[in-house]
C-alpha cells in the first residue's frame, strides 16, 4: 500500500444491518467520536443527523440511505447509513455498489438475522469486505460467542473475534482487545478511560482466546502459518497484517462488540476500520465498456473522470446528485458525460455531504464520495466521465416490483401535479414504477413492499401537498409452464399487395427447473433451414411474448423455447416475419401449454411470547403459511415461515392484536411459488 498517497487515508464505508439492530446508533457514535458532532443523536428521541427525513424520525427506521463524512486519526471517513428493512434493500444495493467497505452490525442476543443475512449476500455480490460488530452487549442475554457461532452458522465466513467482553449485561463496562493484550474501559457516561492491563480474573481467558485466534489465522494465511510453524506464536504485527488480508479476500470476518446506545466500543471499532477495511487504492481498478470494448481505470486522480451516480435527490430547489468518483478529477464549472444517455452536462457544485448539510468543495478526485448540484437529468446508475474518454460503468442492479397500489388525486385539478410528483419519486428511487392501466387507465405505482409504497404516498401528501387517493395493495402475479408441447407449427403468411411476409417455425416449450431463471432460447435447426439473422428475429418475437401469459396477461417466466425447424421464402421472408412469427408462434404455443399462475411469497420470522405461539402458528395457517420451523431466543418464540406476500398485508396489525402488542416480525422476498387455483381470479 502506498502509504504517502493521499487515498491511503481514505475509506468509503457502509453500515449495514437487520431493522433495529442499531445502525443508525453506530453511525451517531462515530460522528460523536470523531468530533463530527457535539451532541450524541438518538433514534427515539428524533434527533439523529443520518435520519433526517420526517418520515425516518417518526417511524424510528432508516429508510433512505445517508451519506456523511469524518475524520479519525489522519484519516478521512465517508460513510453511508442504509435503511435495514427489507422494502428498501434497493437502497442498500445502490450504496454497495459504490463501497470499499463495510460494517456489518449484528444484535448480541439475536445475533444474525433475516434482513442481515440478505444484506451480506448482497455484500458477497458486489466484493465488498466486511468487519463485524455485535451491538447491544449490554442488553439482557447478549452473547458475543452466540452471535459468533449465528455468524459462522447463516453467514460462513470463518468469524475472528478479535476482543473478549469485559462484564455482561448490565454489567458490560468494556472490551479486552486480544491483539494488544490489554483492556478498554468507558465510564458510565460514555466516556474511555487509559488503556489498562488485563485484568487478573480474565488474563487466563484472553490468554486462550488470543491462541485460538492466533491458530484459527494460521490455518487460513500462508504467511502467519510460515511464522506460527517457526516460532509457535504470532506477532501482533504478522496478525493484523493477517487479518486485513483475510479481510479484503473475504476469507474470514474480524468480529468487534461493544454497546453503540451507551458509547462503549466506538473508538476501536473506527480503528479496525483503518487497520483492516480496504483504502481505494486497495481495491481492484473499476472495469468499464465502451463501442464493445472493456477497460480499467486504477484510483489516480491524474486518469481520465470516471464516476457513478449512486443517488439522486430531486428537490424542489433542484437536484442533487450523489457520485463516487473512480478515477480522475472533478471541478466546479467542468463539463462532464453522461456516457449512459450521451450528454454533457455542467457540473454546478460539489458539495461534501453530511446527511442533509453540505460543505462546498473546489474538486472532488479519485476516492471520493460527494454531491454536485447542476446535473439536470443524470440518473441513478449514469456514468459520468469526461467528455473525450467516454467509459460506461456497470450500474446498480435494480429489482423487480411486487406491490402495486392505485392513486388518483383527489382533486382533479391536481392530476399534471401528481404525475410530475410521481416521476420525481421514480427518478429519486429506480425501484419505483409508475405505469398507467391500460384497461383501467389507473396510474398504478408499484414497489418492493407495502411500507415501501406507504412512504411513497406519504411523501407525495407531504412533500408535495397533495390530495391522494389509494387503493388497496395488489400483488403482481407471474405464470409460468407446467407441461410443455413439442413439435408446435406456426406459419405466418401475409399478403396485401406489396410484399409479403412470410415465416414458419416449429417450436419446442418446456419448462425450466427454476421458475425464478426466467427465459432461455435456443435453436437446434441445422442446413440452414432457418439463416442465423432469422433465429435472432425469433428469438425477438418470444420475448415480446412473454409480456402477457394466458391465464391472466401477467409476465411469463420459467420456461426454454427451442427453433428446431422452420422454412423461408425467398422473396416475402424477412426480420419482421420471422419476429411476427415468434411472438404469435409462442403465444400460441403458450395456449397448448399447460400454464401455472405463480404468486410472490416472502420468508416470515415472527417473534412472540410463549403463551401466543399457537394463535400465531393458526394465523399463520390461515394465511396459506407454511411454517418451517421454530425456535427458542431470549425467552420469546421465533417462528419461521414461507407466506404468499398477497396474505401479509395488514399482517402487523393483526399480530400486534394477537399478542397484546408483544409480538414482531419480519420479511423478505424469497421469488414466486404456485398460487392456489380461487388466486387466479384476484
Known amino acids: 500500500m502506498r502509504t504517502t498517497d493521499p487515498l491511503a487515508v481514505v475509506r468509503n464505508l457502509g453500515i449495514l444491518a437487520h431493522v433495529d439492530a442499531g445502525k443508525t446508533t453506530v453511525t451517531e457514535r462515530i460522528l460523536y467520536a470523531t468530533g463530527t458532532t457535539h451532541k450524541r443523536g438518538e433514534v427515539h428521541d428524533g434527533t439523529t443527523v443520518t435520519d433526517f427525513d420526517p418520515q425516518e424520525r417518526d417511524r424510528g427506521i432508516t429508510i433512505f440511505s445517508a451519506a456523511v463524512s469524518c475524520s479519525w486519526n489522519g484519516h478521512r471517513i465517508n460513510l453511508i447509513d442504509t435503511p435495514g ?13 459504490v463501497l470499499d467497505g463495510a460494517v456489518a452490525v449484528f444484535d448480541a442476543v439475536a445475533g444474525v438475522e433475516p434482513q442481515s443475512e440478505s444484506v451480506w449476500r448482497q455484500a458477497d455480490r458486489h466484493g465488498v469486505p466486511r468487519i463485524a460488530f455485535v451491538n447491544k452487549m449490554d442488553r439482557a442475554g447478549a452473547d458475543l460467542d452466540a452471535a459468533v457461532a449465528s455468524i459462522r452458522d447463516r453467514l460462513h465466513p470463518v468469524p475472528l473475534a478479535v476482543q473478549l467482553p469485559v462484564g455482561a449485561e448490565d454489567t458490560f463496562t468494556g472490551v479486552v482487545d486480544l491483539l494488544g493484550m490489554r ?7 460514555g466516556e474511555a478511560r487509559d488503556p489498562e492491563p488485563v485484568p487478573d480474573a480474565l488474563r487466563e481467558e484472553a490468554r486462550r482466546r488470543r491462541r485460538l485466534l492466533e491458530e484459527a489465522v494460521a490455518e487460513l494465511h500462508p504467511a502467519a502459518l510460515e511464522e506460527f510453524c517457526d516460532t509457535g506464536t504470532l506477532g501482533t504485527g504478522t496478525l493484523t497484517a493477517a487479518l486485513r488480508d483475510l479481510t479484503a479476500r473475504g476469507e474470514a470476518v474480524v468480529v468487534l462488540c461493544g454497546s453503540a446506545y451507551r458509547n462503549r466500543g466506538v473508538e476501536p471499532l473506527l480503528d479496525a476500520v483503518l487497520a483492516y477495511l ?28 470516471a464516476a457513478l451516480a449512486f443517488k439522486v435527490n430531486a428537490t424542489a430547489t433542484g437536484r442533487l446528485t450523489y457520485l463516487r468518483v473512480y478515477s480522475g478529477t472533478v471541478e466546479q464549472g467542468d463539463t462532464v458525460r453522461d456516457a449512459t444517455t450521451g450528454r454533457t452536462e455542467r457540473v454546478g457544485r460539489i458539495l461534501r455531504v453530511r446527511a442533509d448539510r453540505h460543505a462546498r468543495l473546489d474538486r472532488a478526485v479519485a476516492g471520493d464520495i460527494v454531491a454536485v448540484v447542476g446535473l439536470k437529468s443524470a440518473r441513478a446508475g449514469a456514468t459520468l466521465c469526461a467528455p473525450d474518454a467516454p467509459l460506461v460503468l456497470e450500474p446498480p442492479g435494480v429489482a423487480e416490483p411486487v406491490v402495486s397500489v392505485a392513486v388518483e388525486a383527489l382533486r382533479s385539478t391536481d392530476t399534471g ?26 396510474t398504478v405505482l408499484s414497489g418492493r413492499g407495502e411500507l415501501h409504497l406507504e412512504v411513497a404516498v406519504e411523501r407525495l401528501r407531504s412533500d408535495h401537498g397533495l390530495g391522494v387517493a389509494v387503493g388497496r395493495p395488489r400483488v403482481s402475479h407471474r405464470e409460468t409452464v407446467g407441461r410443455g408441447v413439442s413439435g408446435f407449427v406456426y406459419r405466418h403468411v401475409k399478403q396485401d399487395g406489396g410484399a409479403g411476409q412470410f415465416a414458419h417455425v416449429v417450436l419446442d416449450v418446456e419448462p425450466l427447473d427454476d421458475a425464478e431463471r426466467g427465459f432461455e432460447f435456443r435453436s437446434t435447426v441445422v442446413g440452414g433451414r432457418v439463416p442465423q439473422e432469422y433465429v435472432r428475429a425469433v428469438e425477438a418475437g418470444c420475448r415480446d411474448a412473454l409480456a402477457e401469459g394466458p391465464l391472466g396477461g401477467h409476465p411469463v417466466t420459467g420456461l426454454r423455447v427451442t427453433l428446431t425447424d422452420g422454412s423461408t421464402h425467398v422473396k416475402d421472408s424477412s426480420d419482421t416475419a420471422f419476429r411476427t412469427a415468434g411472438r404469435l408462434g409462442l403465444r400460441d404455443a403458450l395456449r397448448a401449454c399447460a400454464t401455472v399462475l405463480l404468486e410472490p411469497v416472502a420468508e416470515v420470522t415472527v417473534t412472540v411470547p410463549q403463551d401466543a405461539v399457537g394463535s400465531v402458528l393458526g394465523d399463520l395457517a390461515a394465511r396459506r403459511g407454511r411454517v418451517g420451523g421454530s425456535a427458542t431466543r431470549a425467552g420469546a418464540a421465533v417462528v419461521t415461515a414461507t407466506v404468499p406476500l398477497a396474505e401479509l398485508f395488514g399482517y402487523a396489525t393483526r399480530l400486534r392484536s394477537r399478542t397484546q402488542g408483544r409480538g414482531t416480525f419480519t420479511s423478505r422476498p424469497t421469488g414466486y411459488a404456485p398460487a392456489p387455483a380461487p388466486a387466479t381470479a384476484r
Not at 87 to 97: I, K, M, P
Open 183 to 189: 483492556t478498554l474501559i468507558w465510564t458510565g457516561d
Open 85 to 97: 428493512h427489507v422494502d428498501f434493500a434497493d437502497e442498500v444495493e445502490r450504496s454497495l455498489r
Open 417 to 442: 401535479r401528481l404525475a410530475q410528483a410521481l416521476a420525481r419519486l421514480a427518478e429519486e428511487d429506480p425501484s419505483l414504477v409508475v405505469r398507467t392501466d391500460a384497461e383501467t387507465g389507473q
Open 278 to 305: 480496504p483504502s481505494p487504492l486497495d481495491v481492484p481498478a473499476v472495469r468499464g465498456t465502451y463501442d464493445g470494448t472493456e477497460q480499467e481505470r486504477a484510483a489516480d486522480p491524474e486518469a481520465p473522470l
